[in-house]
């Protein structure tokens, strides 16, 4: 169905809950094809291979990140308000789009970690932390690779080694950075601002952890304090109920 | 009205509401006198027109720089406690005399910013995202014209094409700060330490969302644990409004 | 009295409400001696005065030095449980031991950032701002006269005009960090260190403030969803007290 | 029990109270070993012992490093879904077989501070900032140790002094990053990022410290804004308790 919505880019409003089926389907196979790709990416940037190799893998990274591109034009086919839509997925956009100019492929990985977020609807802290953690090593790798394989070519780049990559990439998602690496190449210094929001979003949620964990611990304190919580209301409740039997009762003493 | 109140700058308290009718007022013109004002600030400091282009963009400039000097007199002259408005609103005197300085006109841009800032009274956390990722990208628009338009005559710097001016001004929003670029002019400094403020700000902006976010859903985990809303008061409020009922009914039971 | 307490280190337990008394006697003339005081070193670092000149002032800046020792001495004397007090000061003692060391004697005026900090008890964020403001400007201009005094004697040292001085703290509260600019000696990097915490702290503050803002915004856009807060709890008891009025009635109508 | 537990690896579920009691048993040992493990260290580094001397320290770190594989294992045998026990606590399998690598041995004392963290399960703001302080204080050493250790011999390397290790630990864990000075060798950049994460979880403390009291000093404020608490809950029981009385007040003057 979602082909034909492609094919035919008419202006008839698709029901909202049509977008959220189509996402609901398309969310985990893009998550393997990211996965695969990185997966292939790595072999690429790490092993360098030559000749056939090279075309063969060439050939694959470009099947794996086609399913992107239906992706992205089947859900701003299925949005209810396109424009609207369209603005607030600049992002999308820009990850479809990129990609053509080749490392910034891997960038489609935010898509993972994106899943995963959207995976944690009814998150407890831990999962919050646990998320986190995963999403920070994951885009460590992956810009690790993606800077290495725009810089490594570049004349006067000093991030040349996978072990240096990692370093920077480290240095940057914590905005330490040193400034003893950097990109050079406007390429890699598109993967390093993607990198520093994906640190900012990290600093972000290891501190709203640790607030809304101290938050609670303090009003948890001083009981008199504490904010009311449905079990008190319903205590309450429960009291009010017994005092409308006892006036019930009344009635039926006196029709007696 | 606000003309006249410009010009007799006499010390007779002016009613709060009429600074808030003034400001109503003022707010979207003096975004739009801004935003132009970035476009041809654009075309100056990237076209580099020369001869009598130059002096037609200054003019415009200036002109468009006008209408800010005079929002201030008038706010000033509205404000009710004259002094206390002074002080608290130091930021936007600075931003009105510095202009002068030149390039450091672009920081009314902040105004703009400001004015989205508050037209999201009733925010949405997604609106708060939104502002503060439109902020982000306005800011390092603008100080990268501004840095790279005092920088680029001054004898060692750095910052001397436009892709290493956003480059810098990412970096420094980020608060990464590599330290591959960096201004060595004041000018430069003073738009540097205004990125950084922002930078700060936003980071702030991302990390109170998050925590808005987890601690919702945190609470909203466990029911029992949940703090009670308004909802649960108005349901229990219903319950004693039926007992109310039930005792009234026995008074006419017994009048009969 | 306190004199006498602070000669006789005598251990009876001294009742806690004396080291308040005392706290809130100290508090502002200890704030009026770190004004002075960052005036004074101002004028030595800045003016660098020679001959007499530069004797009176170091007179003078010891003068203004002696009253903290005095106010450590008495806390520590009038704290209940001393030890306890110690520990939980360590930042005091450094503060009035370090002191000796000559330029951090302007870490003293973290004093008066604190007695403001203690000043706003019932803060309401825009006070925190206002602070967090005026302590960072305070910080910046402290921190680089201090930094100046260390460093510009200094072999190898970068930070050696008072512009450049400024420029570093900014880039170090901000925790942007370029290094461009950095201290050498081992005095300037422990000014560098306590200006990094208050960078921190900071940065904490804003956040904070930030988040709490949109926490109400959040809670108060649902109303269902929206927190139940003192006001409806009342009129929730105004219900129940007609309530109670009603049955009231019920006992009078039978009486008669 | 343990040392039985961990040489028959059986697949037998074991309570979760066992491990609990485990944990809370080894707890503060571990804490000791860390702290002496600490403290041989530094004569290790600091002293550069040689001859007999040095191999005395060797054995003596390598006794003290025991425990914590024992202490691994034995909480790997006790939990009861090892898998997910496992996933959970990479960290901790990290920080266990990385020592072998020598100073990196020292991270063990993230183990001190872990302990400490689990004993503030009932923490105030104040007691969440001194545990931060100290951890901080205790990461900076350990980690400086660890730096000074693996860079030292490196060539290249620009932290070769204790003071400069120092130095580096603190705008590392302050993300300020000046880059003057940073970690050439593997080891040594790994120990930079568990410092990183350290300053991170840091950061994130104070300002969620700092959120928590502003969050409680603005509701305070406005007491028609501020969240019910369990207080009020409670004060509105009691009067639909004197409700209750009321009513049955009623049926006894009847059956009279």
Redesign the interface.
């Known amino acids: 169905m979602t082909v034909v919505e492609r094919e035919t880019q008419d202006e008839t409003r698709v029901p909202e809950s049509r977008l959220q089926r189509w996402e609901a389907l398309a969310e985990w196979p893009l998550a393997a094809c990211a996965a695969a790709f990185l997966a292939l990416f790595s072999v690429k940037v790490l092993g360098q291979p030559q000749g056939l190799n090279k075309h063969i893998i060439h050939g694959l990274l470009f099947t794996l990140y086609l399913p992107f591109v239906v992706d992205y034009v089947a859900r701003l086919t299925l949005a209810e308000q396109r424009a609207r839509w369209f603005f607030r997925h600049l992002l999308d956009l820009v990850v479809v789009v990129l990609p053509l100019m080749g490392p910034l492929l891997l960038l489609r990985l935010v898509a993972l970690v994106g899943a995963l977020q959207r995976a944690i609807g009814?998150?407890?802290?831990g999962r919050?932390v646990?998320y986190t953690a995963f999403s920070a090593v994951l885009l460590v790798y992956a810009a690790s690779l993606a800077v290495l394989q725009v810089e490594r070519p570049a004349s006067g780049a000093n991030i040349t080694s996978f072990?240096d990559a990692v370093?920077w990439s480290?240095?940057?998602i914590?905005?330490?950075?040193?400034?003893?690496l950097?990109p050079v190449t406007?390429l890699g210094?598109i993967v390093?601002?993607l990198l520093?929001?994906g640190?900012?979003?990290?600093?972000?949620?290891?501190?709203?952890?640790?607030?809304?964990?101290?938050?609670?611990?303090?009003s948890?304190?001083d009981?008199?304090?504490?904010?009311?919580?449905?079990?008190?209301?319903e205590?309450?409740?429960a009291?009010?109920?017994?005092?409308?039997d006892?006036?019930?009762?009344?009635?039926d003493?006196?029709s007696r």
């Open positions: 009814d998150a407890i802290r919050v646990a072990g370093w480290v240095t940057t914590t905005t330490v950075g040193y400034g003893d950097y406007v210094r390093a601002a520093m929001i640190g900012i979003s990290m600093v972000g949620a290891i501190t709203a952890t640790i607030a809304s964990w101290i938050v609670q611990r303090v948890a304190e009981s008199a304090q504490q904010a009311a919580t449905v079990a008190h209301i205590s309450l409740q009291e009010v109920a017994r005092l409308a006892l006036v019930a009762a009344q009635l003493t006196r």
